[in-house]
């Protein structure tokens, strides 16, 4: 079964770091870009980047350059969105997604849903 | 706000026939896909390419694009299709992926 399992529910302070994972299996992880996705609480769905993780070539949507970094490690099928410093505007619940060449998301991780609080 | 416009909420009774649109320059050039997300569930794609449905999803689910809009239909709708719908497709640079900003969906 192809299939894309996240890390589970962080809580965090304002202002520390924090890198969640999506483990891929059933299918090669090197065949397919990775898309990270965003969904704060009550609103809809944000398109943050992409991955290839076989050479882990990068492109970040503008309102999140800056902001996250997105990383693979290709030899464990797993793929990294990381913060360096927090903010309470982070909470939210976050998605990693198969992409397709013609920008199908089509296969999704169960979400992790992280929560930013002093 | 999003370079794809759905409009938020739409409703409608049981068993008839609703369309749920997503407009955007870039779509002109480029194929929606729509997806279907339950409350506290990840999205599941529903169409893809235009009018292509993922083994599993009823036939009930069709996709159609006219200029710059994207259309998901559903033929019949029945309780269970209660549920947010999203599309998707490249933003007007075509550089990257964006979002609509989904349209709440409610069976009558």
């Known amino acids: 079964e192809v299939q894309l399992v996240q890390s589970g529910t962080e809580v965090k302070k304002p202002g520390e770091s924090l890198k969640i994972s999506c483990k891929g299996s059933?299918?090669?992880?090197?065949?397919?870009?990775i898309a990270w996705v965003r969904q704060m609480p009550g609103k809809g769905l944000e398109s943050m980047g992409i991955?290839?993780?076989?050479?882990?070539?990068?492109t970040y949507s503008p309102s999140f350059q800056g902001q996250v970094t997105i990383s693979a490690d290709k030899s464990i099928s797993t793929a990294y969105l990381q913060w360096s410093s927090l903010k309470a505007s982070d909470t939210a619940i976050y998605y990693c997604?198969?992409?397709?060449?013609?920008?199908?998301?089509?296969?999704w991780g169960q979400g992790t849903m992280v929560t930013v609080s002093s | 706000s999003s370079e794809l416009t759905q409009d938020p909420a739409v409703s409608v009774a049981l068993g008839q026939t609703v369309r749920i649109t997503c407009q955007g320059d870039?779509?002109?050039?480029?194929?929606a896909s729509w997806y279907q997300q339950k409350p506290g569930q990840a999205p599941v794609v529903v169409i893809y390419?235009?009018?292509n449905r993922p083994s599993g999803i009823p036939d009930r689910f069709s996709g159609s694009r006219s200029g710059n809009t994207a259309s998901l239909t559903i033929t019949g709708a029945q309780a269970e299709d209660e549920a947010d719908y999203y599309c998707?497709?490249?933003?007007?640079?075509?550089?990257?992926?964006?979002f609509g900003g989904g349209t709440k969906l409610s069976v009558l």
């Open positions: 998707n497709s490249r933003d007007s640079s075509g550089n990257h992926v964006v």
């Open positions: 390419d235009k009018d």
């Open positions: 997604a198969r992409k397709t060449p013609s920008d199908v998301f089509d296969i």
């Open positions: 991955i290839y993780p076989s050479d882990s070539d990068t």
């Open positions: 059933g299918y090669s992880l090197t065949t397919y870009w």
């Open positions: 870039s779509l002109r050039s480029y194929y």
